[in-house]
């Protein structure tokens, strides 16, 4: 039996709507990840707090078969009714991701994927050649394959070209919390993708994730935000309002920006230059 707290019934709050990615139906559009957390108590109770029902997982993680402190990360997480997208996190190559990927699918029972090919260990940049092989192999395998990508409109597209389900731009280097640095790039795929686009890497506050989805992003991917903050509980929490809040945003429609002012308050009926001459 788990010594771990029972999890809460997960209720959307308002402005929380269904929406698709890679055929499940999810209400919330936040994605978490499951590492770095300081314990795996805070984990749950962060994923609780976010209101995800989506996570991603390192295959070494969650193996059914494999279990840690004699409990399965993987009977934790489905316990609460979330669902699993393994990733091929730490492939350098296609070749790496594709066995990475069969491997998740055969030992947790899903063809979706969060694919990750890297360029080097220390900028953890993907290496967009070795994605699109990937991709294009793994599409053909039968996989719904959202891949972890450059914020390059034109890669993106190439991505969408070759029959991936979403993608994943960068907002910035994985793990370093600059949040979105290149905006309008994040709003041209937007503009041009016929499939849901997720701010994936480089959130490091609430702020950010508001930003991405005033974009019109369908979703953001985070991990070390949430499980790096002093309080990863209450950080879920900022989160998850960040993310009502932006979409509500994007929907509403910004007022246009101007170069310069504007009164809001009507100018008939102010004091005229006459009137103020007038006065004792």
Same mark, same amino acid.
């Given at each position: 039996?788990?010594?771990? #707290?029972? /999890?809460?019934?997960?209720?959307? %709050?308002?402005?929380?709507?269904?929406?698709?990615?890679?055929?499940?139906?999810?209400?919330?559009?936040?994605?978490?990840?499951?590492?770095?957390?300081?314990?795996?108590?805070?984990?749950l109770d962060s994923l609780d707090a976010s209101g995800t029902g989506l996570v991603t997982v390192a295959l070494r993680r969650v193996d059914p078969n494999r279990a840690e402190d004699g409990e399965s990360l993987y009977d934790l997480l489905t316990e609460r009714g979330l669902h699993l997208l393994p990733n091929t996190a730490g492939c350098f190559t296609a070749k790496e991701a594709v066995l990475t990927a069969e491997l998740g699918r055969e030992a947790l029972g899903t063809s979706r994927v969060k694919l990750e090919v890297?360029?080097?260990?220390?900028?953890?940049?993907?290496?967009?050649?070795? %994605?699109? &092989?990937?991709?294009?192999? %793994?599409? #053909?395998?039968?996989?719904? &394959?959202?891949?972890?990508?450059? *914020? *390059?409109?034109?890669?993106?597209?190439?991505?969408?070209?070759?029959?991936? &389900?979403?993608v994943m731009p960068l907002g910035a280097p994985i793990g370093s919390g600059l949040?979105?640095?290149?905006?309008?790039n994040i709003q041209m795929i937007k503009e041009r993708a016929g499939v849901p686009?997720? &701010?994936?890497?480089?959130?490091?506050?609430?702020? *950010?994730?508001?930003? /991405?989805?005033?974009?019109?992003c369908d979703g953001? %991917?985070?991990?070390?935000?949430?499980a790096q903050a002093r309080q990863p509980v209450r950080m879920a929490r900022a989160m998850r309002a960040a993310a009502i809040a932006g979409r509500e945003a994007f929907l509403a429609g910004r007022m246009p920006k101007r170069f310069y002012g504007e009164a809001s308050s009507p100018?008939?009926?102010?004091?005229?230059?006459?009137?103020?001459?007038?006065?004792p």
């Amino acid at each position: 039996m788990s010594d771990h #707290a029972a /999890a809460p019934k997960r209720i959307p %709050l308002p402005g929380e709507e269904p929406w698709e990615l890679a055929g499940l139906t999810l209400t919330s559009r936040l994605l978490l990840g499951t590492s770095r957390y300081p314990s795996t108590q805070v984990l749950l109770d962060s994923l609780d707090a976010s209101g995800t029902g989506l996570v991603t997982v390192a295959l070494r993680r969650v193996d059914p078969n494999r279990a840690e402190d004699g409990e399965s990360l993987y009977d934790l997480l489905t316990e609460r009714g979330l669902h699993l997208l393994p990733n091929t996190a730490g492939c350098f190559t296609a070749k790496e991701a594709v066995l990475t990927a069969e491997l998740g699918r055969e030992a947790l029972g899903t063809s979706r994927v969060k694919l990750e090919v890297i360029a080097d260990e220390e900028t953890l940049l993907p290496d967009v050649e070795e %994605l699109l &092989v990937a991709a294009r192999e %793994l599409v #053909a395998r039968n996989f719904q &394959v959202l891949p972890y990508t450059t *914020d *390059d409109p034109i890669i993106a597209r190439r991505l969408e070209e070759v029959g991936c &389900v979403a993608v994943m731009p960068l907002g910035a280097p994985i793990g370093s919390g600059l949040g979105i640095r290149n905006p309008h790039n994040i709003q041209m795929i937007k503009e041009r993708a016929g499939v849901p686009v997720i &701010v994936d890497a480089g959130v490091g506050t609430a702020s *950010d994730v508001a930003v /991405a989805f005033e974009l019109g992003c369908d979703g953001v %991917l985070m991990n070390t935000a949430v499980a790096q903050a002093r309080q990863p509980v209450r950080m879920a929490r900022a989160m998850r309002a960040a993310a009502i809040a932006g979409r509500e945003a994007f929907l509403a429609g910004r007022m246009p920006k101007r170069f310069y002012g504007e009164a809001s308050s009507p100018m008939d009926g102010r004091i005229s230059a006459a009137q103020q001459a007038a006065w004792p």
